[in-house]
Every structure is written in C-alpha cells, then in structure tokens.
Nanobody, 120 residues
Framework: QLEESGGGSVQVGNSLSLSCAASSRIYSSSVMGWFRQAPGKEREFVALIRWHSGTTLYADSVKGRFTISKVNAENTVYLQMNALKAEDTAVYYC???????????????WGQGTQVTVAS
C-alpha cells in the first residue's frame, strides 16, 4: 500500500512537499511515479523515479519547478513542488510500477491521493 501526505492549500508562487510512504519494501526493480488529476480532467503524469538508479523523468509542465526524490531506507518517495501555479491544483497520487513509463496504465499500486490547492 501507498499513503500520500503533505497536501494542502498555498498561494501562487509558494512551495509544498508531498510524501508517499510504502507499507512494505520497495524493490530495486520498481519505478515510483507521481500523477495528478484536476477536476474534470484526466489523470496526468507528473514525475517518476527509478528506485535502483534514481533516474528521473518529469512532465514538461513541471520541469524545473518540481523535484522527485527518494529515501530507500524509508521506502518513501517525495515530491518537492516550488513556484506553484494555479494550474497545479489537483489531487496528487503516488503510484508504483515496474516500467519507466509516464502512462498511468503501467502502474499497478496507487495511493488514495492528496489534495493540492494553489490559490491565485
């Protein structure tokens, strides 16, 4: 199981940090991803990280503003979000898969999501 935390409401330009804790060990073959879904929109890819190598990938919309990281010993992945924009408002989900993929269908374990609201 995955459990996200750290969501909340902030003003445009501010920062927020999300955490995703796994209830069991994340194996080196895993890929951990962050996705988000805004009201009335489809779920979209935000960022991913390979558990073994730390290789990352970002959506163009967040590149340079968001940073995904991990602490292997804690089985936890983080998403540091800086320079937040109103369009970043969404429910953010953590997910686990085994493919280096930005497609939500390639992830098979999902958290319950955490709301991020950016007020303009």
């Amino acid at each position: 199981q995955l459990e996200e935390s750290g969501g909340g409401s902030v003003q445009v330009g501010n920062s927020l940090s999300l955490s995703c804790a796994a209830s069991s060990r994340i194996y080196s073959s895993s890929v951990m991803g962050w996705f988000r879904q805004a009201p009335g929109k489809e779920r979209e890819f935000v960022a991913l990280i390979r558990w073994h190598s730390g290789t990352t990938l970002y959506a163009d919309s967040v590149k340079g503003r968001f940073t995904i990281s991990k602490v292997n010993a804690e089985n936890t992945v983080y998403l540091q979000m800086n320079a937040l924009k109103a369009e970043d408002t969404a429910v953010y989900y953590c997910a686990k898969g085994h493919q280096y993929s930005s497609k939500s269908a390639d992830y098979y374990v999902w958290g319950q999501g955490t709301q991020v609201t950016v007020a303009s």
